[in-house]
């Protein structure tokens, strides 16, 4: 996610290639940047859907949709109706710096994943195909996620919360800007920070990796508790957002920063929507 990675020692960073803890160990191109190029299939060699969907480019295509359905969607509804607590978090913290123009976040946003592609040296290609399966395997993973919640309610059987009276059009913006906002704060910055931090305090490199995972979704679940829009607390609701943040972490850990993404906003759509 857009925080420091030790290039010096590749092999032992634990978000080393393509936007997770796992990097492939196939060895990397390090020459100059190249065209972008369209997979179209044909081609007998090349990146596996495994691979590909994990390079920031893809992730970068993947989510340009919750980009600008968010993002025109807020302009739609107008700048004062309520926005992701993540993204009013990171747009607090750079008025705090100084920056405070509008489409600055999600400016960066993109700006940070096309360098982040650079300096992994992938090359610069993508396929539709692969955007298409990328859909298709946000879907499974939303609908695995769902039942992680089926079987906690069967399990710690709770009154279910009740619905916030706001329009269809309004929920979908919001539910995009969580998928975006939240996975850019909590797994592409926040993330990497801590995995580093945790091994600055002697941890080694896996063990750090576990602490980060497990802080991040902590955090991540107690965010939906803060600001005057926040949730009442409750340990029902703490524990599932912590379960969720657990299974975002390490989908974006193994599978990137664009399935993650759109799994969090699938997910959101499916239990709000329908």
Known sequence: MGAAMNESEPNDDPFAAH???LADDAEMDVGGPRDLAVDDGSASEGPSYW???????????????????????????????PRNGADVWLRQFLDALGFGAYF???????????????????EWRFSPAVLAGMALECLV??????????????LWPLAAAVAVDEGVLARLVAF????????VLFRLLLLPVLAWSF??????TV???????????????????????GD????????????????????????????????????????GLL
């Open 19 to 21: 936007g997770g803890f």
């Open 51 to 81: 691979s590909l969907s994990r390079t920031p480019l893809t992730s970068l295509l993947f989510a340009m949709p919750l980009v600008l359905a968010y993002e025109g969607g807020v302009l739609l509804l107008g700048r004062g109706s």
């Open 104 to 122: 600055l976040l999600p400016t960066l946003t993109v700006i940070g994943l096309l360098a982040w592609h650079h300096i992994e040296h992938d």
């Open 141 to 154: 993973w939303a609908a695995a996620l769902i039942g992680v919640a089926r079987l906690q309610e069967r």
């Open 176 to 183: 995009c800007g969580a998928g975006l906002y939240e996975e």
């Open 199 to 204: 091994e600055r305090l002697g941890f080694s």
């Open 207 to 229: 063990p750090a990796a576990c602490w980060a995972v497990v802080t991040s979704s902590l955090l991540f679940s107690a965010a939906h508790y803060v600001g005057p829009l």
């Open 232 to 271: 009442s607390f409750a340990i029902y609701s703490f524990t599932f957002r912590f379960l969720a943040g657990l299974f975002f972490a390490l989908l974006f850990s193994i599978r990137g920063f664009g399935v993650a993404a759109g799994t969090h906003a699938v997910y959101d759509i499916l239990v």
